[in-house]
Nanobody, 115 residues
Framework: QVQLVESGGGLVQAGGSLRLSCAASASIFSIRNMGWYRQAPGKQRELVAT???????NYPDSVKGRFTISRDNAKKTVYLQMNGLKPEDTAVYYC?????????WGQGTQVTVSS
């Protein structure tokens, strides 16, 4: 069964850094598109970063220059390096994996940034 397992969340002070990991059980991981999304209480889920099977990345302005998404196909893992964290980054962060006719989500990991 396909599973996405996030890890690396926690409590950090403003200005600090965290690195999130998402390990996938899917076969032929290299052909999958991967992404990170987040959802704060009372807010809609929003895109944080994506990386395609070809390595193309995308970020919204809110995190551009602070967050970096990367992937290690040999380890079937996608990462989100978060630097210069702000209290407004506090949310549950979700990993997503998709291809033409499949779409999977992880269970989420909590990131809390204190001021």
């Amino acid at each position: 069964q396909v599973q996405l397992v996030e890890s690396g969340g926690g409590l950090v002070q403003a200005g600090g850094s965290l690195r999130l990991s998402c390990a996938a059980s899917a076969s032929i991981f290299s052909i999958r598109n991967m992404g990170w999304y987040r959802q704060a209480p009372g807010k809609q889920r929003e895109l944080v970063a994506t990386i395609t099977s070809g390595g193309t990345t995308n970020y919204p302005d809110s995190v551009k220059g602070r967050f970096t998404i990367s992937r290690d196909n040999a380890k079937k893992t996608v990462y989100l390096q978060m630097n210069g964290l702000k209290p407004e980054d506090t949310a549950v962060y979700y990993c997503r994996m998709w291809r033409d006719y499949s779409d999977y989500w992880g269970q989420g990991t909590q990131v809390t940034v204190s001021s």
